[in-house]
């Protein structure tokens, strides 16, 4: 189940390519995600299910519903643990922005860091302006965006139809 490189991949061809500090980080933080599954099944999952799936007083659409529950606490309380005290609020603050936005996706069938994406693409960059400014600017515009009154959403502004969305599941501070 490894996915580590092959050490003697040099000996038939060209060596494997070196990996950026960012492709390395990137693949050490999700590529890892399906053997995280699998410790934590052995961890907890299978316990959780076998006792959960032996409770006859539950219905079947019950026992799914509290097992996905179940699990999706645990790991939301492992990540919670694993960090430092003095980081948890902002990632429980960007975690639930997350979820909002996300709901909101979901509720309007859109996608809004892509709609904001495409939005900015629109944008160019001024004569003489240089590439701070128009860094400065981009930033400024992209950060006004979402409390702009927006047609796939309705005529919603996104921060307003994503507190909506954390205030019907208590996330909002």
Not at 31 to 54: H, I, Q, S, W
Not at 90 to 98: G, H, N, P, Q, T
Not at 134 to 150: N, V
Request: glycine share 6%; hydrophobic share 40%.
């Amino acid at each position: 189940m490894s996915n580590e490189l092959d050490p003697n991949a040099g000996l038939f061809g060209d060596p494997e390519p070196e990996k950026s500090p960012e492709e390395l980080l990137f693949e050490y933080s999700f590529g890892k995600n399906p053997n995280r599954a699998v410790a934590m099944e052995a961890l907890f999952g299978k316990r959780l299910m076998e006792d959960t799936m032996n409770d006859n007083d539950l219905p079947l659409e019950g026992k799914i519903s509290f097992i996905f529950k179940a699990t999706a606490h645990g790991v939301l309380d492992m990540v919670m643990e694993c960090l430092p005290p003095e980081y948890r609020e902002e990632v429980a603050v960007s975690l639930d922005s997350f979820i909002g936005m996300n709901l909101v996706n979901m509720k309007f069938n859109v996608n809004l860091v892509d709609a904001v994406m495409e939005e900015l693409q629109k944008v160019e960059q001024k004569p003489n302006e240089s590439d701070d400014d128009f860094e400065l600017r981009l930033s400024a515009m992209e950060e006004g965006w979402w409390s702009i009154p927006q047609p796939i959403l309705n005529g919603r502004n996104p921060n307003d139809a994503i507190r909506e969305e954390m205030n019907k599941y208590g996330l909002n501070q």
